[in-house]
């Protein structure tokens, strides 16, 4: 079986990445690799050509990644347990593409991510990142979806 040295895992802070970190940190351990965790902030709408009264848009951005960080701090001090072996990444841009990019850049050999498992119209209105990123990955993709509640 081909080992995992660099694992990376994509995380928007929901429920379902939560979920899904429970996969990539498990493989981590199992194989000693090295957790590489990113978050991707969304790249805004540019708000340049309007009026937005007592912020600018680079502020706006600066604050928004900010706290992107601290939540990525948490999440680590939350999830991570005793496990040191990692790194962690918070950039702008389309998820998808950076996801990618942040494999290729860190020699990963797996990505392990959280689908929502929408469908339909919800489905075709906002995307899904993970479908992008299986369908892209010059490597193999580990997608897993929450199970229903009971």
């Known amino acids: 079986m081909r080992?995992?040295?660099n694992i990376l895992f994509a995380?928007?802070?929901s429920e379902s990445s939560d979920h899904a970190f429970e996969y990539a940190l498990s493989l981590a351990k199992k194989y000693n690799s090295q957790?590489?965790?990113i978050h991707v902030i969304n790249e805004?709408?540019?708000?340049?050509g309007f009026y937005v009264p007592h912020i600018s848009f680079d502020k706006l951005e600066?604050?928004?990644e900010q706290?992107?960080?601290k939540m990525m701090e948490k999440f680590c001090r939350t999830h991570l347990g005793d496990y040191d072996n990692y790194e962690t990444?918070?950039?702008?841009?389309?998820?998808?593409d950076e996801v990618i990019k942040t494999a290729r850049e860190k020699s990963a050999d797996l990505i392990v991510m959280g689908t929502h498992g929408r469908t339909g119209l919800d489905h075709v209105l906002f995307g899904s990142t993970a479908e992008k990123v299986v369908r892209r990955s010059p490597v193999p993709v580990?997608?897993?979806?929450?199970?229903?509640k009971h």
């Open 142 to 148: 580990m997608t897993v979806r929450m199970g229903e």
């Open 44 to 48: 805004p709408v540019d708000l340049r």
């Open 89 to 96: 990444a918070v950039v702008p841009g389309i998820p998808f």
């Open 67 to 69: 706290g992107a960080k």
């Open 3 to 5: 080992e995992f040295r």
């Open 62 to 64: 600066e604050e928004v």
């Open 35 to 37: 957790l590489i965790l």
């Open 11 to 13: 995380t928007d802070f």
